[in-house]
């Protein structure tokens, strides 16, 4: 089976063919493809708007899998301006940030608020099918539990797609996530969370996709 992960980011693709792996499929990207242009992004939740990139992303192929991710500290309103929200690479408005900009942009933010907050990913799946549409988003009460903390100074070392973990820490272990052997969640509990959700997911996945 052949399937397009839309997107431009390798982490996420590497995510996906991990999750996927030894089911027989072949991945391309939208960079294969040759795909420039993007859909509307206009949704008020992760799986919103990944439901409208996957639907966007299937005119261009018959398996699509899109996903979209929102950021949120945990000591700010969800109404306060400065919460990233659905905007991470666009954080009030502004020009789509690369790397190392957005690097600078949320180093600058914690430092504000502080040098350390506590932060929390929301993640939306979605999965196109030869014109049938299955979506999937984590529970966020569950996220809050393997939240981590992002601090003002970043680490030397990089993630390529997830520039955020140059600024992120276990918040047992105190390591960045770009650090080698860091598996981000070190408490039985958060890896049993993480264990589910990985389940939960694959098993979407595999159900959207029919294999």
């Known amino acids: 089976m052949k399937v397009l992960i839309g ?37 008020k939740t992760p799986e919103e708007n990944a439901v409208m990139k996957a639907k966007y992303y299937g005119q261009f192929f018959n398996v699509v899998i899109c996903n979209d991710s929102g950021l949120y500290f945990d000591n700010l309103p969800l109404e306060d301006g400065r919460q990233p929200g659905l905007h991470i690479r666009t954080p009030g408005g502004c020009k789509r940030l690369d790397d190392e900009g957005m690097i600078a942009y949320y180093s600058e933010l914690v430092k504000s608020l502080g040098g350390k907050v506590l932060a929390y990913y929301l993640d939306g799946i979605a999965v ?74 694959t098993a979407f996945l595999k159900s959207a996709l029919g294999i």
């Open 128 to 201: 196109y099918n030869h014109g049938r549409t299955f979506s999937y988003m984590e529970n966020s009460e569950a996220t809050r539990q393997s939240a981590f903390f992002m601090i003002d100074k970043p680490s030397e070392s990089r993630h390529p797609g997830w520039p955020l973990d140059s600024i992120s820490l276990n918040r047992d272990t105190m390591t960045y996530f770009v650090e080698e052997g860091n598996n981000k969640y070190d408490t039985a509990k958060e890896n049993v969370m993480l264990g589910e959700y990985r389940e939960h997911l």
């Open 7 to 43: 997107t431009t980011n390798p982490s996420k693709v590497k995510r996906f063919e991990q999750l996927l792996d030894g089911n027989d499929i072949e991945f391309c990207t939208l960079k294969d493809l040759g795909i420039e242009s993007e859909p509307e992004e206009t949704g």
